[in-house]
């Protein structure tokens, strides 16, 4: 079974840094994927970014160039950098995962995921 743990969420002003961990357990040593997703009061989820098994990463529009996401392989735990934040990143943050490799455009879809974590609360004030 797979479980996901995410902390590092929090408030800070805008132009801010803030990085986000997600604790995974349960994923074998290969393949799978791994991504951030967030969801602001009212609006739909939406990825944030995805990295799988083999280190080929995607990111959304909204986020490029001002995230990074990385792992850790022997662990498999999932970093999150975002840095020059806005309030628009308002949001919680929530970790997810599958157990196998998906094609860039399917890793940024909530639906192509299996296992969630509980998410994590991030605020940027201006």
């Known amino acids: 079974q797979v479980q996901l743990v995410e902390s590092g969420g929090g408030s800070v002003q805008a132009g801010g840094s803030l990085t986000l961990s997600c604790a995974a357990s349960?994923?074998?040593?290969?393949?799978?994927?791994v991504a951030w997703f967030r969801q602001a009061p009212g609006k739909e989820r939406e990825a944030v970014a995805s990295?799988?098994?083999?280190?080929?990463?995607a990111y959304s529009d909204s986020v490029k160039g001002r995230f990074t996401i990385s792992k850790d392989n022997p662990s498999k735990n999932l970093s999150l950098q975002m840095n020059s934040l806005h309030p628009a990143d308002t949001a919680i943050y929530s970790c997810?995962?599958?157990?196998?490799?998906?094609?860039?455009?399917?890793?940024?879809?909530?639906?192509?995921?299996?296992?969630w974590g509980q998410g994590t609360q991030v605020t940027v004030s201006s």
């Open positions: 349960g994923l074998s040593n290969t393949p799978y994927h």
């Open positions: 997810a995962a599958v157990k196998y490799g998906l094609t860039i455009s399917r890793s940024l879809r909530p639906d192509s995921y299996i296992y």
């Open positions: 990295i799988r098994h083999d280190g080929t990463t």
